[in-house]
């Protein structure tokens, strides 16, 4: 092989020699060619020698192409785990910033606690309230000169909505409520602005009643009554919308802000814009498996209705007896008409609703200044007011303790009928500090002439 390639090399070099000088080639050296290519055509040992070079060079070029085709792979495998990876950031934000509105949400509720409890070991700290026909921050109701001021309020349920920052209440005085005794539904929105909606006569006469949170971040009151639930119109004393459902259970759905519930087996959201609507490929058989699927999902419990009381709750009173008043003090009364038919509920992201003990009261002592009365020159006592304390322990157990001056309409009485009638504590908010009171009473002039006076209102702490 060696020999051939010299031969050949020098062949080559020779001709192109000649070719570059464009000198012709000789007779011997056409020979010499000819003779060369003829050689080289029969040679087998040329042949395999040729055929060998070239399959080097073959297996060359394969190799070079299987290390490429090796990179082309890694390459596109590197790039596939890149893209797997980057699908998985869209999952990794949301997660974070459910974390984080987690930690935020539990931040917040830990941080609500710790003022009272702070408040609660202070000894002598009070919240402070001054309540009287003209001391309420709002006048929720009241009349002077009108019947029911003996009436007190019959039916009560209130939330703080720690998640929002807001508080509700409704109540009514039973078949007592009128025009000068109304039902009522108030809200404190985060910043402490109040809203009220009202109605002279009740609002409904049966069933079972509470307030949930919906998506838009408000409290409405719902009512469940033989089958039907009904969702009160935000800001006004009427049904937005309503619909049959199998039983009284709602969840709170703490990423979609929806309430579920079931009518027909299926289950069904609420939500604050479009009322009741059915999700066709869920059902249950019975409230347990709606309760197992709900807790399951990690859904909040939303509901802790009360019974409706369709009665009256009358008040008690003291009189001034003239030198002497008939009692020196009196119990407050405390809620509704007594504890089955009041409700204090407060509603977080980590617990869902909750229910507070029923409030706790210390009697009240009256106060006088000796005056003297229209109708004599003896010096009698008048009345001034009321003092004491109320206590409210909130849903995380905090007790909260209320300092209380309570005020008559009118300084001068007629003889000895001046008449306080027991006040009522009706509702406290422990995230505003504010307390809804109802107190009424009359000074008398003559018998046909008595100064009736009735206010319901809400005072914040001082």
């Known amino acids: 092989m060696s020999t051939i390639s010299n031969a050949a090399q020098i062949m080559v070099d020779k001709l192109v020699a000649d070719l570059n000088s464009d000198t012709p080639l000789s007779a011997e050296d056409q020979l010499l060619v000819a003779k060369a290519l003829d050689t080289m055509k029969n040679s087998t040992t040329f042949e395999t020698a040729l055929i060998a070079v070239v399959e080097e060079h073959f297996n060359t070029a394969d190799a070079a192409l299987t290390a490429a085709k090796d990179d082309i792979n890694a390459a596109k495998n590197s790039i596939e785990t890149q893209a797997t990876n980057l699908d998985l950031i869209p999952g990794l934000q949301t997660s974070i910033d459910t974390s984080l509105s987690g930690m935020t949400s539990s931040l917040d509720t830990s941080l609500a606690t710790i003022a009272p409890t702070v408040r609660n070991n202070i000894s002598g700290v009070f919240n402070k309230h001054q309540i009287g026909f003209y001391q309420t921050d709002h006048t929720l109701t009241g009349a002077v000169g009108q019947n029911g001021y003996q009436y007190a309020p019959a039916n009560v349920t209130s939330l703080d909505n720690y998640a929002t920052k807001e508080f509700y209440c409704f109540l009514d005085f039973g078949n007592q409520t009128t025009t000068y005794r109304r039902s009522c539904i108030v809200r404190v929105k985060a910043d402490g602005s109040v809203s009220t ?49 199998d039983y ?7 990423s979609s802000k929806d309430l579920y519930c079931v009518s027909g087996g299926f289950l069904h959201t609420i939500d604050a814009t479009d009322g009741f609507t059915t999700i066709g490929d869920t059902t249950f058989i019975d409230a347990d498996a709606f309760a197992a699927w709900a807790e399951g999902e990690g859904h909040l419990r939303a509901d802790s209705f009360i019974g409706y ?7 008690s009173d003291v009189e ?16 509704g008409y007594a504890a089955a038919s009041t409700k204090r509920t407060g509603f977080d992201l980590d617990n869902g609703i909750m229910v507070a003990d029923f409030p706790q009261a210390n009697n009240f002592a009256v106060y006088n200044t000796a005056v003297t009365p229209i109708n004599t020159t003896t010096t009698r006592p008048v009345w001034i007011s009321w003092k004491g304390q109320a206590m409210f322990r909130d849903v995380y157990g905090v007790m909260e303790r209320q300092s209380i001056d309570l005020f008559s309409l009118a300084n001068t009485y007629h003889y000895t009928n001046q008449r306080m009638y027991t006040p009522v504590m009706v509702a406290f908010s422990h995230i505003h500090k504010c307390l809804i009171s109802d107190v009424s009473g009359y000074d008398y002039y003559s018998s046909s002439s008595a100064a009736f006076w009735q206010i319901c209102g809400l005072s914040f702490g001082r």
Do not use: H
């Open 309 to 315: 009381f369709n009665g009256q709750r009358g008040k």
């Open 320 to 335: 001034n007896q003239g030198s002497y008043f008939e009692k020196s003090w009196t119990a407050p009364y405390m809620g």
């Open 197 to 245: 909606a009202t109605g002279t006569g009740q609002f409904f006469a049966s069933g079972s009643y509470g307030f949930c949170p919906f998506s838009d971040d408000s409290c409405r009151l719902l009512r469940y009554d033989s089958g039907t639930l009904y969702v009160q119109k935000l800001g006004a004393l009427s049904w937005e919308f309503n619909k049959s459902v």
């Open 248 to 254: 009284l259970s709602i969840y709170y759905d703490k």
